[in-house]
């Protein structure tokens, strides 16, 4: 030994496995925060490939602001009229699925005679030129077993059409799309097939000269006008970046709790070892090791578990970035393979040191005031209770984030500081309540340990007064623990909340029997599929079909002049009162409001109205690649759908305006109960023949729908936090070892009076439910309040909206804390079981 | 100068809510290369003279200084720097640091004075007759040896007192004896050690005792 400073790392090997469950703490921490950083680079990179690919030898994009809906008659004939523009090549573009599997494919369409501007090469076969002929990117297609020649059925907005695939090729940028297929069919095909006979979706403009691409967007955004988007491919990508960012904001915060959970568990491993290690630490005192050498010793230590642990967590965070990426894949939002990010790598590895120097500081600076006299004292110094004004502190630190949450659910816009607010807010909390927490332990595990000492006395009682002795290493193992599972049940209760709100409105607002739809159909989830109004005509024959109306939906960024994003709906004013009971703000009576909208009118959803001041008879601007329009406020529903941002319009309005001229769903009402079964065979019979991408749903099965919707995603949150409760489970092993350890003489003391290792096991097994059920308990108690003042955030602006508890949360949340603690205690009661008796004894 | 001169010296600590009144008045002086031994029945105030001794804790009233320093009003780092630099300890409980080799274990005070290792640490063990023992750890070793090797420690920088804290209550007989053996030697050869022991074996290998009494010298 040449330094005092490899003291740190004969420490730290001497007790190895401590060494281990801290650093699979940090370790697990470190992987999840740079997993979700490769992530967040991934799909980044995913979307500009795409763009650098579907736009290979593009300069300009035209095209509407949200990429649906047709541009403006006339726009093509200005784009080719603008100087400096060498070739606009218009295109149609839709969703289709594969008529077998319902496998999703992007379809282009254009005109085969010009120039292609997307910079493909063929791999076999050759380019389209008429008719049926499909060419389909190389990846896809051979995952099909599509090659050159073979028919493809496809599911258009049409129905079902065979085409014959004529090419395959290949992307100037070849990567994986995560699934995700691209095909092209010529533009006269594709105006019968996706029935739209005039006008096209997206213009692709070749400049004349190079270096002029600046020039010629100023000139093409001059003639067309705010409301059309010219971007070059790069600006495409860099707008949908900025679309992600609150997506990745999420992600990184949820990932930070993981490495905020890492923080509990060093703090309490290192309080605990420089606890035990006190005589250890006082003689270096008497040797006249300074306090800021036995400071740095300690912090040493910490950084060597930092350093090994986030080592090893960007090794894990890149399998767990995989895990992601096919996840998301699972729930419909396919990327491509793992891009690398530096940013996220550093960002990952300091932020696991960071946390790991965090959590030791309080332990360390607590070792450097160790008095030299306990190295003459045989003894542990006697621990002082929590001193009663932390307990206000932590109350006061709660109610403050608390606050900081509100603001953030009562935002109108939830970026910048109510963001902030709410995100520092969360932490807040969770500090807030671990301050408090060890008064709680007492009485919490006394409440706990009941049962368990009706059940077997002796162990009980031991159990719970381990866990009672140490009130502020319990609470710091329960906060761990706390925080996954808080997290885990207020977005349980967000989701249960917004689902029961919106199925409440679908009960009272439905008036309809049956809803068609596209499979999967999901507004503000990028391009969805639509449905030709040939269909509604179809529909509207079938016996016993009293009325059925076409809804459009269009999720766009700007629902009103100066108003965030929001869907924007297309109905039937003369239709839609048989179909819908919807209620409206200040007694207006729907058939008043649909006349309004006839009229040219709008609806607005409460929310927007409250934020933009609107009321009905107000007059509000629309904007649209057909430019700016003012219109009248028909009237103020009372909604929660999309959080109440929504505009309602006409279908010709939506159709004018925005160019939405295909129907995103169909909405029947059968003549009577009588014949409701009879329209729905029959409906079904018509969808299952000619349309078997959409799908025929009761309001009951659509509830159901969109609840399996909402799981998916909150399932993927869930998967994050489920790494955050896996860190605090590394906790309560290392506590209930530390716990085994201090207790040894017990243990010897308990096993010479006769104790089986099954009773002391148990005694152990006892001691880990309690703390893992302390932990659930608290995680729930937080995250419902947590739950509950989100919603009643949302309430101030969304007033529809309704707290529901997630009972299945809770009771899931329960049983892990089961589980956890029976896990959790399996190998310190192996460890306490085995104890030689007569050793246990000596032991000081 | 004297190594120890305590005069006057006071200290009352709380226990609870009541004054302890630890020592109430002591004098004694221990000169250069005197072996003392420091006696007195529990509760007689001689752990507390041990800690005010050891630079470990500070009086309450009266003077006192260790090798010609004076100890009144000094903060908790120049205490530090007087036990690193002319104190050291012996242990009831040898202390060792239970991951180091006995080599290491001597070596180490010189680590925390920021000094580099050197061969007296070896050199050392072999002045304690545990030379052949130098790469063993604590639990490879007896009682006796960890005591000797702890001794050996204390020696390591030189210090003007040695402070033995019943150096022997922990040892069986005859190991308790080499110890002894060992302070005496070293005292012989100019080292002033203070022992605090309530063994009339032990003391009676001192030079003096100075026996406590309710927080005062009773002789």
Redesign the interface.
């Known amino acids: ?4 400073s490899s ?1 740190s790392g ?2 730290l ?2 007790r190895p496995l401590r060494a281990l469950l801290t650093t699979a703490g940090i370790l697990l921490g470190v992987a999840l925060m740079f997993g979700v950083l490769l992530l967040t680079a991934t799909i980044d990179s995913t979307f500009r490939n795409l763009f650098d690919s579907v736009y290979g030898k593009a300069d300009l994009v035209v095209a509407t602001p949200d990429d649906a809906g047709g541009l403006p008659g006339g726009t093509l004939e200005r784009v080719r009229a603008t100087e400096g523009v060498r070739q606009a090549q218009g295109a149609l573009f839709s969703v289709v699925v594969t008529a077998r599997g319902g496998h999703e494919l992007n379809l282009n369409a254009v005109d085969p005679a010009e120039p292609d501007t997307a910079g493909v090469t063929y791999v076999s076969g050759r380019r389209i030129r008429s008719g049926a002929e499909i060419e389909l990117e190389e990846g896809w297609a051979n995952e099909r077993g599509l090659g050159v020649g073979e028919r493809t059925r496809l599911a258009t907005p049409t129905g079902v059409r065979a085409f014959r695939v004529v090419g395959l090729f290949r992307f100037s940028r070849s990567f994986g799309f995560g699934g995700e297929g691209f095909g092209t069919i010529p533009l006269e095909t594709a105006r019968e097939v996706f029935d739209r006979p005039r006008g096209v979706d997206e213009i692709r403009v070749v400049v004349a000269e190079a270096g002029s691409v600046a020039e010629v967007q100023r000139a093409l955004r001059r003639a067309l006008g705010k409301g059309v988007s010219v971007e070059t491919p790069q600006g495409k990508s860099e707008e949908v970046s900025e679309q992600l960012q609150a997506l990745n904001v999420v992600l990184v915060f949820f990932a930070a709790m993981g490495l905020f959970v890492g923080s509990f568990l060093i703090f309490n491993s290192f309080q605990i070892t420089v606890l035990q290690r006190q ?2 630490l006082g ?9 800021r ?1 036995v400071r740095r010793l300690i912090l040493r230590e910490a950084i060597a578990l930092g350093v090994l642990g986030t080592a090893l967590g960007l090794g894990a965070g890149a399998l767990i970035a995989v895990g992601l990426v096919a996840l998301l894949g699972a729930i419909g939002f396919p990327v491509s393979g793992l891009a690398f990010s530096t940013p996220g790598l550093v960002a990952a590895a300091v932020g696991g040191i960071a946390v790991t120097l965090l959590g030791a500081l309080v332990p360390a600076v607590r070792a450097g005031r160790t ?3 306990r ?2 004292l ?1 003894v542990s110094e006697s621990r002082r209770p929590p001193r009663p004004s932390r307990a206000l502190l932590g109350a006061a630190v709660t109610a403050l984030g608390l606050g900081g949450v509100f603001w953030l659910a009562s935002a109108e816009d939830a970026g910048g500081a109510p963001a902030i607010a709410g995100g520092l807010g969360v932490i807040l909390i969770f500090t807030g309540v671990s301050l408090a927490a060890p008064f709680l332990i007492s009485p919490l595990v006394r409440v706990l340990a009941w049962p368990a000492r009706r059940l077997a006395p002796i162990e009980g009682r031991l159990a719970s007064d381990s866990a009672r002795a140490n009130p502020g290493r319990t609470a710091a193992t329960a906060s761990g623990l706390m925080i996954g599972l808080a997290l885990v049940t207020a977005f349980g209760s967000l989701g249960s909340s917004f689902l029961g709100t919106v199925q409440d409105e679908f009960d009272t607002a439905f008036a309809r029997d049956f809803t068609i739809q596209p499979r999967g159909l999901s507004p503000g989830a990028g391009p969805q599929q639509t449905i030709s109004p040939r269909l509604l005509e179809r529909v509207r024959r079938v016996p016993g079909v009293e009325v059925a109306a076409a809804e459009r939906f269009l999720f766009t960024e700007e629902v009103l002049d100066g108003a965030g994003e929001g869907l924007l709906l297309g109905l039937d004013p003369e239709r839609y009162g048989r179909l819908d009971d919807s209620a409206f703000a200040g007694g207006r009576s729907e058939e008043e409001v649909l006349r309004g909208l006839a009229a040219g009118g709008v609806t607005v959803g409460e929310a927007i109205a409250k934020e933009e001041g609107v009321a009905a008879g107000d007059t509000v601007v629309l904007v649209s690649p057909a430019g700016r329009r003012r219109v009248e406020v028909a009237g103020v529903v009372e909604t929660s759908i999309f959080g109440g941002q929504t505009v309602g319009m006409s279908l010709e309005l939506i159709e004018e305006l925005y160019g939405i001229e295909r129907d995103s769903d169909i909405a029947v009402k059968a003549a009577s109960q009588d014949v409701r079964d009879d329209v729905e065979r029959e409906l079904e019979a018509l969808v299952e023949r000619d349309y078997p991408n959409l799908q025929v749903l009761s309001n009951d099965e659509l509830k159901d729908e969109i609840e399996s919707q909402v799981n998916q995603q909150f399932g993927f949150f869930n998967a994050l936090l489920f790494v955050a409760v896996l860190v605090s489970l590394f906790g309560v092993i290392n506590t209930l070892l530390m716990n085994v350890l201090e207790r040894t003489r017990e243990i010897g003391v308990l096993r010479a009076l006769g104790s089986s290792r099954w009773q002391v096991r148990r005694a152990i097994g006892i001691e880990g439910l309690l703390l893992s059920m302390t932990g659930a308990l608290l995680g729930l108690a937080v995250g419902l309040v947590l739950g509950w003042v989100f919603v009643q955030g949302i309430q101030t602006a969304v007033p529809t909206v309704s707290y529901s508890a997630p009972w299945g949360t809770i009771v899931a949340v329960g049983i892990a804390g089961v589980v956890l603690g029976l896990l959790a205690s399996l190998l310190p009661a192996r460890r306490a079981a085995r104890m030689d008796v007569i050793e246990a004894l000596q032991y000081e | 100068m004297s190594a120890v001169a305590a005069r006057e010296l006071r200290k009352i600590y709380l226990q609870g809510e009541t004054e302890v009144h630890a020592l109430r008045g002591v004098d004694m002086t221990v000169e250069a290369g005197e072996f003392v031994a420091i006696m007195g029945p529990s509760g007689s105030g001689k ?1 507390t003279l ?2 005010l001794v ?1 630079a ?2 500070t009086p309450t009233a009266g003077e006192l200084e260790i090798a010609g320093v004076p100890l009144s009003g000094l903060g ?2 120049e205490l ?2 007087i ?3 002319r104190i050291g ?1 012996v ?3 040898f ?1 060792l ?4 080799t006995a080599a ?1 274990n001597v ?3 010189a ?4 000094e ?2 050197s061969g007296r640490a070896r050199e050392l063990l072999g002045v304690v007759g545990l030379a052949d023992r130098a790469d063993h750890l604590p639990s490879q070793l007896s009682g006796g040896e960890q005591q000797r090797i702890s001794i050996a ?1 204390a020696l390591l920088r030189e210090p003007e007192l040695v402070l033995a ?1 019943e150096p022997t209550g922990n040892l069986d007989s005859a190991s308790g004896e080499i110890v002894l053996d060992l302070l005496r030697r070293l005292a012989d050869d100019g080292q002033t050690v203070v022992m605090v022991t309530h063994d009339d074996g032990a003391a009676a290998r001192a030079d003096r005792i100075v026996r406590l009494h309710d927080g005062l010298v009773a002789s």
Do not use: K, V, W, Y
């Open positions: 030994m040449r330094r005092l003291l004969r420490s090997r001497a005589r250890e003689m270096l005192r008497t040797l006249g090791a300074s306090r050498q008095s030299p006299i190295a003459l045989g | 752990s041990l800690h050891g470990l804790d908790e780092a530090t720097e036990r690193r630099d300890f242990f009831q409980f202390n640091l239970p991951t180091l290491e070596g180490l005070p680590l925390i004075a920021g580099r290792p420690r804290d």
